[in-house]
């Protein structure tokens, strides 16, 4: 199967910092990359997806300000979380796909902590 | 919007059962269904994608069936086995109309007991 990975695993950062997430599609180019959230006992929740070379698509209640989304090149989507607070802890998880019919191939996510 | 129900939300049984797991969702309006499992902390594994077009879809024991008019899927695991303990989540696409991001439920949480 195809292999996603995302760097980094695990990030503490103080509060106001920014934070950026790598996901990477290692064996195959992903037409289409999308960001999930998942906070302690919910549902992943679908924060926005991206194209390679246009802008974001985000989820109603997702700031795009705030969660920064470059998808530069066909392997490569990155996330950045800007001036992180607390409340932005949480466990991200990229997903990739190639064509609309096929499955989406997730990362192994990246937890959060804002202190 | 599309909106995803698993039952039971969890389940723990003895090994070499033979095990059903539900998903229900709103929108039927779906070109295919995944189901995926989640390991605790880490990311998702995908188990079966069934098109719209099929019923059924199987995978060594595991098999995956889509009613879409009646908004059900279904996961079978047949022998169940304690590396089989995991969270099981279906997922149909998003809105349900053709958008590509995918709408998870809380899954089901199951414990195979050795």
């Known amino acids: 199967g195809a292999v996603v990975s995302q760097h980094p695993s695990r990030v503490i950062c103080k509060s106001g910092t920014s934070v950026k997430i790598e996901c990477r599609s290692l064996d195959f180019q992903a037409t289409t990359m999308f960001w999930y959230r998942q906070f302690p006992k919910q549902s992943l929740m679908l924060m926005a997806t991206s194209n390679e070379g246009s802008k974001a698509t985000y989820e109603q209640g997702v700031e795009k300000d705030k969660f920064l989304i470059n998808h530069a090149s066909l392997t490569l989507s990155t996330l950045t979380v800007t001036s992180a607070h607390p409340e932005d802890s949480s466990f991200y998880i990229c997903?990739?796909?190639?064509?609309?019919?096929?499955?989406?191939?997730f990362g192994p996510g990246t937890r959060l902590l804002v202190l | 919007k599309q909106e995803v129900t698993q039952i039971p939300a969890a389940l723990s049984v003895p090994e070499g059962e033979n095990l059903v797991l539900n998903c229900s969702f709103t929108?039927?309006?779906?070109?295919?269904l995944q189901w995926f499992r989640q390991d605790p902390g880490k990311g998702l594994t995908s188990l079966l994608l069934?098109?719209?077009?099929?019923r059924e879809q199987t995978s060594g024991r595991l098999n995956a069936s889509l009613d879409k008019s009646s908004g059900r899927s279904t996961l079978y695991i047949a022998a169940s086995q304690p590396g089989d303990s995991a969270t099981y989540l279906c997922a149909p696409p998003y809105s349900g109309g053709g958008a590509d991001g995918l709408t998870f439920g809380k899954g089901t949480h199951l414990i195979i007991q050795p």
């Open positions: 929108d039927s309006a779906i070109y295919n």
């Open positions: 069934i098109q719209s077009s099929q």
């Open positions: 997903s990739c796909k190639r064509t609309s019919l096929e499955t989406q191939y």
